[in-house]
């Protein structure tokens, strides 16, 4: 299983960025879909999470400016940031509990996409 994720990139404080997170590979089913982010010198945090029944929940450091969204039939995360701040500057990972075709379900995590905003 392979997670692939896209949209990261420079913007200025107050722009907004969508990221994707593709899950590939022998999926039989993905539980939950998260997005993480780590800033230099800092601990990877959790960013925001979707179960597979779209409940969500968030950082109180990004709850409304960001949503999570998912489309099972894609294998697909998405995290719409909004209003970002420069504290935002991180690396995004994705992350996702999958069971895979032989039935053994493990975590799994992306490369990282950086994101970077300008004050």
């Known amino acids: 299983v392979q997670l692939v994720e896209s949209g990261g990139g420079l913007v200025q404080a107050g722009s907004s960025l969508r990221l994707s997170c593709a899950a590939s590979?022998?999926?039989?089913?993905?539980?939950?879909m998260a997005w993480y982010r780590q800033a230099p010198g800092k601990q990877r945090e959790l960013v925001a999470a979707?179960?597979?029944?779209?409940?969500?929940n968030y950082a109180d450091s990004v709850k409304g400016r960001f949503t999570i969204s998912r489309d099972n039939a894609k294998n697909t995360v998405y995290l719409q940031m909004n209003s970002l701040k420069p504290e935002d500057t991180a690396v995004y990972y994705c992350?996702?509990?999958?069971?895979?075709?032989?039935?053994?379900?493990?975590?799994?995590w992306g490369q990282g996409t950086q994101v970077t905003v300008s004050s």
């Open positions: 979707i179960t597979s029944g779209r409940s969500t």
């Open positions: 992350n996702a509990d999958v069971r895979s075709q032989t039935m053994s379900r493990n975590d799994y």
């Open positions: 590979g022998s999926i039989f089913s993905i539980y939950a």
